[in-house]
């Protein structure tokens, strides 16, 4: 009787050792499970690490030679407002050849002078902004240190061919050489330049609206542009708040402009690494389903990208995990404290 009764408490004890062997590895399990999962059908995924840029951009226009006068300083017309009738803007024109102009380079200077420098593209010289971008004078070098600047604006469609017009204007300084008294920021051309698609023009009077041609001189610019244009930024669709340890399925749709098809780039859960999915046909949805384990708040974050590599910008969606009751069980003291208690119950 002693024997049998020996050998049921070992036939326990070995019990309890297995049984708590079990509930440890579950926890280390846990712990190190993966915090996001993707469920996805018949997509393949693809890993990126790349982030968004204008690689796709190309120059199009340009006029990059410049002239110097017989004291050996740049050629160059000078831009300033001092009051309606005594000021001097600047306007180059243009026909581009990819529809998508995405940003310009000028090559302009300044001297003495504080207020914005500002840039703006039009259809007509006396006609409506279709794009404005200003440079502080703080990021515009003087002569010395002439360079290129450049002007990288929204993205806009442009009609191949078609004339355009890069005007250069600013709304303070002066330009009155005999009092010594300059003021502005100048703008260098050439002259006689091998640009055949468009010229220079100059405006001195808002009163009268007529700007002045200057069919020899073309001032350094260049423009760059795209036949590809980006994805939109994508919609997202799903759960702003539940409990950790539970599955939720977001939902992401993005349009192309080109009607290119897409990935959706996906960050997500509480892992920071970037899967994308696809590719899907422009405006098709794709699906995620994400996990988390901690309570907290969370971003899920999302671009489409084309086929092409054009990327649209990020979109966010903020999730908030609360309280939930299973954090007692993942707790790894609590774990083991409440695992020790219901085994020793249950085997004695």
């Known amino acids: 009787m002693g024997d049998f009764l020996d050998n049921m408490k070992k036939s326990k004890s070995l019990i309890y050792f297995f049984f708590l062997n079990l509930i440890l590895i579950f926890m280390i399990l846990s712990i190190g499970i993966i915090n996001a999962q993707f469920i996805q059908d018949e ?108 002007f990288d604006f929204p993205d806009i469609n442009v009609l191949v061919n078609k004339t355009y017009y890069i005007i250069a204007k600013c709304y303070c300084g002066c330009v009155d050489y005999q009092q010594d008294n300059i003021s502005c920021y100048s703008w260098i051309y050439g002259i006689e330049t091998q640009y055949y698609t468009g010229e220079s023009w100059i405006i001195k009077s808002l009163n009268s609206n007529e700007w002045d ?53 996906v960050v997500g859960g509480e892992s920071d690494s970037e899967i994308c999915m696809g590719p899907f046909k422009s405006g098709v949805e794709a699906k995620a389903t994400f996990s988390w384990h901690k309570r907290g708040s969370y971003t899920v974050m999302v671009k489409a990208r084309d086929i092409n590599g054009a990327e649209s910008d990020w979109a966010y969606l903020e999730v908030k995990m609360p309280f939930s009751y299973s954090y007692l069980f993942l707790n790894k003291y609590n774990f083991l404290n409440i695992a020790n208690k219901i085994l020793f119950n249950i085997i004695l």
């Open 43 to 150: 997509v393949d995924i693809l890993n990126y690490n790349g982030t968004n840029s204008n690689f796709y951009d190309q120059i199009d226009q340009y006029q990059q030679n410049y002239s110097f006068d017989e004291n050996h300083s740049y050629e160059n017309f000078n831009i300033f407002y001092q009051n309606l009738d005594n000021y001097q803007w600047c306007a180059q024109s243009f026909k581009p050849s990819l529809p998508v102009l995405t940003k310009i380079n000028l090559l302009v200077y300044k001297t003495n002078i504080s207020c914005v420098f500002i840039l703006s593209i039009r259809d007509d010289l006396n006609g409506n902004d279709l794009v404005v971008m200003s440079k502080g004078s703080d990021e515009i070098s003087n002569i010395e240190n002439v360079k290129w600047i450049t």
């Open 213 to 265: 041609n200057y069919p020899i001189y073309d001032f350094c610019f260049e423009t760059y542009g795209c036949s590809n244009r980006p994805p939109n930024a994508p919609k997202i669709d799903g759960p702003i708040t539940g409990n950790i340890d539970n599955y939720y399925e977001y939902i992401f749709k993005a349009s192309d402009p080109d009607n290119d098809d897409i990935y959706y780039c």
